[in-house]
């Protein structure tokens, strides 16, 4: 079965140098979150986005912003990145069901962001 | 908001024996309680969900049970197998979603060894 898939999957980058994370959702999914996970850590929800609105914000910095785009892609803007940047950033996906739910959240493999 | 505890923080048991990892959970209106595997490297894997108006549910060789009452839940895992080692995450959110619900709150982990 067809999975979420993120690009890069590694990305190393400068401090206050920009990064910009893809996101694709399983096929048919209208829904994108974004999560933070630190080494040795959970992970933390950043934002997410139904049908192009966003639709719950969580502990993402204003340096940060992200989209979702009509083919339902997101796309995770960094910018001013510092060190503490460093991080596992997960996407994931969901749709509604047929009793108008939209619990089950898929995960992608992640990127890899390493501020130097 | 919504705070997660999780326990152990680590757990090792013997192949073909069993593992328990519990949960508890804060808000009241937390309705949907998944559980992920994470190997290293890759990204959560959903491996059974429950909701608040089902008490137990199994799948196989893994079972989660939740008691609304006390706000806890746990992940059992029985004939543990080598592939099992991995770290565990437990979760919550309000269900059904709405605009400002997206969010998965995750416990803080349980990294389970299968000793062979």
């Known amino acids: 079965a067809a999975g979420v898939i993120q690009s890069p999957r590694h990305l190393i980058k400068e401090k206050r140098e920009t990064a910009t994370l893809k996101c694709y959702p399983i096929?048919?999914?209208?829904?994108v979150y974004w999560y933070q996970q630190g080494p040795g850590q959970d992970p933390q929800f950043l934002i997410s986005?139904?049908?192009?609105?966003?639709?719950d914000k969580g502990s993402i910095p204003d340096r940060f912003s992200a989209q979702q785009f009509s083919d339902y892609h997101s796309e995770l803007n960094m910018s001013s990145l510092e060190l503490g940047d460093s991080a596992l950033y997960f996407c994931?996906?969901?749709?509604?069901?047929?009793?108008?739910?939209?619990?089950?959240?898929?995960f992608g493999p992640g990127t890899r962001l390493t501020v130097l | 908001g919504e705070n997660v505890e999780q326990h152990p923080s680590t757990l090792s048991v013997q192949e073909g024996d069993s593992a328990v990892i519990k949960c508890t959970y804060s808000d009241s209106a937390s309705n949907y309680f998944p559980w992920y595997k994470q190997e290293l490297g890759k990204g959560p894997q959903l491996i059974i969900d429950i909701r608040s108006n089902v008490g137990e549910k199994k799948d196989q060789r893994i079972a989660v049970t939740l008691n609304k009452t006390a706000k806890h839940f746990s992940l059992h895992i029985t004939e543990t197998q080598p592939e099992d080692s991995a770290v565990y995450f437990c979760a919550a959110k309000q269900s059904p979603t709405n605009f400002g619900n997206e969010k998965l709150t995750f416990g803080t982990g349980t990294r389970l060894t299968i000793i062979p």
């Open positions: 994931a996906s969901s749709r509604l069901t047929s009793g108008r739910v939209r619990d089950t959240q898929y």
């Open positions: 986005f139904y049908e192009k609105m966003q639709s």
């Open positions: 096929p048919r999914h209208d829904t």
